[in-house]
């Protein structure tokens, strides 16, 4: 099964939307789209009756809904519909379900915690906001990581992992382990800065690899000319 991202055009890129259910890593530079791409992807499922989970640690859950009520894909009515959960990191709620900072934290409870309440609220999409999150909350050692991401991976959920990566050639492990890479880029030219987004790699699909042109509009970031690709 194929779902949408809820971005114009990137579903196209993809032949049709992503493969459900997989996990995907979500990455580049600052103010490159990761967020808002992710934002775009909740409010699609909301949208269309999914149950959604944005953990967050950069922003709560009042400024992502500022920052998103500038673009018109209703990110704000996703987080009125009762089918968004979020969960910021550092407030006194994510504090409760991840454990104190600064404490101890069991690693292997915050895998399970974030599993099984994704399993057992039948939550479709999971936005993970981001890999910086995850060494906070987990010991930096690779297998503690490579385990939470097992974790998600075997969820029923469609997962984005935002990554901060500068540097498309410095690959993590969770590039290798991820089903799907989704790279955001931006670069000086001389007329200015140019956004592109890559699909670096889709397990399973004939993925269109070439950097895409992104703009971001009123209605979110949109890719290529946002019209169908026609063949
Ligand atoms: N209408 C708009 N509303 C808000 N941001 C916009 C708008 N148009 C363009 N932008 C740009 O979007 C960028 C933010 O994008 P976003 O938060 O998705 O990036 P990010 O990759 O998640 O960045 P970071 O790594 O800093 O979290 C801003 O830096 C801003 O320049
Ligand atoms: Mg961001």
């Known amino acids: 099964m194929r779902v949408s991202t809820g971005v114009t055009g990137f579903d196209d890129v993809v032949g049709g939307g992503i493969p459900a259910e997989r996990l995907y890593v979500v990455c580049g530079p600052p103010g490159s789209g990761k967020t808002t791409f992710s934002a775009q992807f909740v409010a699609e499922g909301a949208a269309t009756g999914d149950r959604c989970l944005f953990i967050s640690m950069h922003e709560s859950r009042d400024d992502l809904r500022a920052d998103m009520d500038s673009y018109e894909f209703g990110f704000g009515e996703a987080l009125d519909s009762g089918s968004v959960t979020f969960l910021d990191a550092f407030s006194s709620e994510g504090k409760r379900f991840f454990g104190m900072p600064g404490d101890r934290r069991d690693v292997n409870s915050v895998t399970n915690r ?3 309440f994704i399993e057992s609220r039948d939550i479709d999409r999971v936005v993970i906001d981001s890999t910086m999150l995850m060494r906070y909350l987990l010991d930096d050692s690779d297998a503690t990581i ?3 991401l097992s974790a998600l991976k075997r969820t029923s959920a469609t997962t984005f992992l935002i ?3 500068t540097d498309p050639s410095a ?3 969770e590039h290798f382990l991820a089903h799907g890479v989704v790279f955001f880029h931006n670069y000086m030219e001389d007329d200015g800065m140019r956004r592109g987004v890559q699909v670096v790699k889709m397990r399973g699909v004939d993925a269109d690899t070439d950097i895409q042109d992104v703009e971001f509009t009123d209605a979110g970031l949109v890719v290529g000319d946002g ?3 026609t063949q």
């Open 171 to 173: 690959y993590a492990d």
């Open 146 to 148: 490579m385990r939470f």
């Open 114 to 116: 974030i599993s099984s």
């Open 163 to 165: 990554s901060e990566m």
């Open 227 to 229: 019209k169908p690709v």
